[in-house]
């Protein structure tokens, strides 16, 4: 069964429609990329999903609607959100940040667990766990929002664009990491990426996205081969 359904999904900032019926779902333990220019409602997408834009249609979650839950009713079923420009706390520590994304359990063991895990894929993180995480560099701090997100154990991660802004090697790594944290824990990611041959090479499933509509859908092998997205969006 699908990890999550999205159906016929509208969404509107004020009287401005967004979407235009989103269609899509992600297999549990698979990795989904959504495609497209700025503006055509990538990011809109991923904020539907975690219940911070109004919408219209249905999103279920393992079978069950999350359509008009509360976003911290959402984060309690196993999503978490590593939102653009990454959202550190820049005045506490490394390590703070990483605490705040257990906030909403209750296991101490656990958390202590995974706070040593998220180190073990993040060890630079674990070199500044005591720095004020505003004085991180752009990569660390990406790589603490991924790690905070973690934190919540979650089976979904809604990454938006966490390739931005780094550097070549950077991204290479980051993405290595998350492969890494797919298959070892089967951790489901819905990834919004602007660098499309990279987001291709790590997903199973892509939909492209043009103006709050899908336009195309299908494996990653398929939408990379195809001549019109090669050129449109990979550039050869």
Known sequence: MALLEVENLEA????IKALHGVSFSLEEGSVTTILGANGAGKTTTLRSICGMVKT????????????SKATEDIVRTGVAHVPEGRGTFTRVTTEENLRLG???????????????RVYGYFPRLKERRDQQAGTLSGGEQQMLAVGRAL????????????????APLLVEE?????????????VS????EQNATLALELADHAYLLETGNVVISGTSDAI???ENVRKSYLGY
């Open 224 to 226: 990379a081969a195809d």
């Open 102 to 116: 257990a906030y909403s359990r209750r296991d101490k063991k656990a958390i202590e667990d995974d706070l040593e």
């Open 174 to 186: 980051l993405f290595g990491i998350l492969r890494d944290i797919n298959r070892r824990e089967n």
């Open 56 to 67: 219209a249609g249905q999103i279920r979650m393992d079978g069950a609607d999350i359509t």
């Open 189 to 192: 990611m819905l990834l919004v």
């Open 151 to 166: 934190m919540l154990r979650p089976r979904l991660m809604l990454l938006d664009e966490p390739s931005f802004g780094l």
């Open 12 to 15: 509107f900032y004020g009287p």
